[in-house]
């Protein structure tokens, strides 16, 4: 016998279940759970300019800033070009440059970076990006970007204005394209402790954090500071600190069970229901409401001898139906599978759960929280 497909999939909505079976808490590594405090990466931020390019660069009429930073730089170089000189370019392009530096990294070593036109290119490939700066938030130079640009999109444009692309060509990337001038503040700082910092907030994890580490290192090696950070007893030499934390991201422990969640994507129909949600004693009644709107002119036209003129009057008919309802019961204390299952058998479209969840959780049967993005 053939199954039959749930009206539910049929409306093609996307159900995410977030661990549908209450499965055991498994064990993680606290190199997964959390990071070692002021060990990040910092954003830089340059402009430039890419030359090379093949008559797809700025319009110089539009982009009046390519001209200025072109004679800037050739003046730099002992070119001397005239004030009332505008070159009319079409293989440059302004551009700006951003990217990331990894914790650690020191001078003489590369970086990638990412390119983007600010001006009115049409498309930067084949193009070559000449020396520029990178500066971070304090203003400080800490790269030197220079190099060939990979551009993975590609356009085409007609004499008539018809254009045609593929991806962006606007944008492009230089592996290794940036090298490092100076390095970041060391954040071995010498105090006597190291702080982990867990990328969610949960007191449960931070607790079993500090007493897996007690466990490992002794009592009181570690002790929690708040709901994200864990504080641990460190070693003052950097080379001792390094290994201290090789033994201490191994560590393995079971992080506390994710909050009640349900989170909706009214944009997309997807819905994620989390393992820990439960709905209280509940009935729900749910009918396929239709909504008619027809739109019609009627024309008046007056007698010819009563100097009148032609007129149109729109005529609007709104009609609604409920047809096909049906009522659900939800016990107290339901489980994911069940609310899964009573949902599916109802035949809800995207709309219709949306609202189902947001009856429910206004209602105070839904202990979850009700996030919708």
């Given at each position: 016998?053939a199954m039959?497909?749930?009206?539910?999939?049929?409306?093609?909505?996307?159900?995410?279940?977030?661990?549908?079976?209450?499965?055991?808490?498994?064990?993680?590594?606290?190199?997964?759970?959390?990071?070692?405090?002021?060990?990040?990466?910092?954003?830089?931020?340059?402009?430039?300019?890419?030359?090379?390019?093949?008559?797809s660069?700025?319009?110089?009429?539009q982009?009046?800033?390519?001209?200025?930073?072109?004679?800037?730089?050739?003046?730099?170089?002992?070119?001397?070009?005239?004030?009332?000189?505008?070159?009319?370019?079409?293989?440059?392009?302004?551009?700006?440059?951003?990217?990331?530096?990894?914790p650690?990294?020191?001078?003489?070593?590369t970086?990638?970076?990412?390119?983007?036109?600010?001006?009115?290119?049409?498309?930067?490939?084949?193009?070559?990006?000449?020396?520029?700066?990178?500066?971070?938030?304090?203003?400080?130079?800490?790269?030197?970007?220079?190099?060939?640009?990979?551009?993975g999109?590609?356009?085409?444009?007609?004499?008539?204005?018809?254009?045609?692309?593929?991806?962006?060509?606007?944008?492009?990337?230089?592996?290794?394209?940036?090298?490092?001038?100076?390095?970041?503040?060391?954040?071995?700082d010498?105090?006597?402790?190291?702080?982990?910092?867990?990328?969610?907030?949960?007191?449960?994890?931070?607790?079993?954090?500090?007493?897996?580490?007690?466990?490992?290192?002794?009592?009181?090696?570690?002790?929690?500071?708040?709901?994200?950070?864990?504080?641990?007893?460190?070693p003052?030499?950097?080379?001792?600190?390094?290994?201290?934390l090789?033994?201490?991201e191994?560590?393995?422990?079971?992080?506390?069970?994710?909050?009640?969640?349900?989170?909706?994507?009214?944009?997309?129909?997807?819905?994620?229901?989390?393992?820990?949600?439960?709905?209280?004693?509940?009935?729900?009644a749910?009918?396929?409401?239709?909504?008619?709107v027809?739109?019609?002119?009627?024309?008046?036209?007056?007698?010819?001898?009563?100097g009148?003129?032609?007129?149109?009057?729109?005529?609007s008919?709104?009609?609604?139906?409920?047809?096909?309802?049906?009522?659900?019961?939800?016990?107290?204390?339901?489980?994911?599978?069940?609310?899964?299952?009573?949902v599916n058998?109802v035949?809800?479209?995207?709309?219709?759960?949306?609202?189902?969840?947001?009856?429910?959780k206004?209602?105070?049967?839904?202990?979850?929280?009700?996030?919708?993005?």
């Amino acid at each position: 016998m053939a199954m039959k497909t749930p009206a539910f999939l049929r409306h093609a909505v996307v159900l995410l279940v977030a661990a549908a079976c209450a499965l055991p808490a498994h064990a993680e590594r606290i190199k997964d759970l959390a990071q070692v405090g002021g060990v990040r990466g910092n954003a830089l931020v340059g402009y430039g300019l890419v030359v090379g390019l093949d008559n797809s660069g700025d319009r110089t009429s539009q982009a009046p800033f390519t001209v200025q930073s072109l004679k800037n730089m050739l003046g730099e170089l002992g070119v001397n070009v005239p004030a009332n000189v505008n070159p009319q370019l079409k293989n440059v392009a302004a551009v700006a440059i951003h990217a990331e530096l990894p914790p650690f990294a020191k001078p003489g070593q590369t970086i990638d970076i990412t390119v983007s036109s600010i001006g009115n290119a049409v498309s930067l490939r084949g193009g070559s990006l000449l020396m520029a700066p990178l500066k971070g938030a304090d203003g400080q130079v800490y790269a030197i970007a220079q190099g060939n640009l990979v551009v993975g999109g590609f356009g085409a444009q007609g004499k008539d204005g018809s254009r045609v692309s593929v991806n962006v060509p606007s944008v492009g990337r230089v592996p290794n394209g940036a090298t490092v001038e100076r390095a970041l503040p060391d954040v071995f700082d010498g105090s006597g402790e190291i702080t982990l910092n867990l990328h969610h907030n949960d007191f449960t994890t931070v607790a079993r954090m500090v007493s897996a580490l007690n466990n490992t290192f002794g009592e009181g090696a570690a002790r929690a500071v708040d709901g994200v950070t864990v504080a641990v007893q460190a070693p003052t030499d950097p080379g001792a600190r390094i290994g201290l934390l090789a033994r201490i991201e191994n560590i393995e422990l079971s992080p506390g069970t994710a909050p009640a969640k349900v989170v909706v994507n009214s944009r997309t129909g997807t819905v994620v229901i989390g393992s820990q949600v439960r709905v209280s004693p509940a009935a729900i009644a749910h009918g396929s409401l239709t909504v008619t709107v027809s739109e019609s002119t009627q024309i008046s036209q007056p007698n010819a001898f009563a100097g009148g003129q032609t007129v149109a009057a729109p005529q609007s008919s709104i009609t609604a139906s409920n047809e096909g309802s049906r009522m659900f019961r939800f016990d107290g204390g339901a489980t994911l599978d069940e609310i899964v299952r009573a949902v599916n058998e109802v035949g809800a479209a995207p709309g219709d759960l949306i609202a189902i969840l947001e009856a429910l959780k206004q209602a105070g049967a839904l202990s979850a929280e009700l996030e919708v993005i």
